[in-house]
């Protein structure tokens, strides 16, 4: 169900059956010259769609469209918040699900830059409110099929990469231009940082995508992509996010 479409006395006999409920949070900002700024936003809520499709007790709320982007501040297209508003933004969006009377929530994320705000953000949510709260980055449901099916080297998924741009070229081939698409092979500076989306990172080091470092705003190898593809990496973080949010309904 969508949390929009329902009105309060809805609400609030969802709540009272225990309904989980399910916060995708994304970002508008930069995909290289060959993608628009909407991928983030578009990938999270097309998975989280489709992985709530048709189940009871689950309520979807819309994207949080805004997300923490500093990283891609310096191109065109980006809306960002600071980390501050984003911290804040998340709590009040948590307690507002709270005292409709829901008592669980899934955070489905869309965007590398939200990870560390998203899970601080939680801590205090989960003591202050006791209610069940999970996080999970769709796209790294879909490791396993990316390790099946990727025809990128290690560093080629990663920002407007092989994995995005394939999704992108699935679900909306006209917003893409392939004549565009760049290779920028991300190169950690040492071994055990993110060495791509689904590879590595025990080591951090803040992103700083600019562009003068990375003038087409792409991590990754885009030039590889295909919509065959893409709707295997899709399918599989649908699969997976169907599961964990039945899971969290059941709990
Ligand atoms: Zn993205």
Request: proline share 6%; hydrophobic share 40%; with cysteine.
């Amino acid at each position: 169900m969508l949390w929009e479409e329902l009105s309060w006395p809805q609400h609030r006999k969802m709540a009272e059956a225990g309904a989980a409920v399910v916060l995708p949070v994304a970002s508008i900002e930069q995909h290289g010259p060959h993608n628009p700024v909407v991928v983030d936003t578009l990938l999270c809520t097309s998975v989280c769609r489709k992985a709530a499709e048709g189940l009871e007790n689950v309520v979807l709320t819309p994207t949080m469209w805004a997300g923490m982007s500093l990283h891609h501040a310096d191109y065109p297209g980006t809306l960002t918040l600071t980390l501050e508003t984003y911290l804040a933004v998340i709590k009040e969006l948590i307690h507002s699900i709270h005292r409709s009377g829901y008592k669980k929530v899934l955070v489905v994320n869309g965007h590398g830059g939200n990870i560390n705000p998203v899970q601080s953000a939680l801590v205090p949510a989960r003591y202050d409110l006791g209610i069940e709260m999970w996080f999970v980055t769709y796209y790294q449901l879909g490791d396993q099929a990316a390790a099946q099916h990727r025809k990128s080297e290690i560093g080629g998924m990663g920002h407007s990469c092989e994995f995005e741009t394939s999704i992108m070229l699935h679900l909306r081939p006209d917003l893409v231009n392939m004549k565009e698409a760049v290779k920028n092979l991300n190169v950690p500076r040492h071994p055990l940082m993110i060495r791509d989306m689904h590879h590595g990172g025990k080591l951090h080091r803040p992103s700083d995508f600019n562009r003068n470092r990375a003038p087409s705003g792409v991590s990754g190898d885009p030039t590889v992509a295909d919509a065959a593809n893409g709707e295997r990496f899709l399918d599989a973080c649908v699969a997976r996010l169907r599961e964990i949010i039945q899971a969290l309904a059941a709990a």
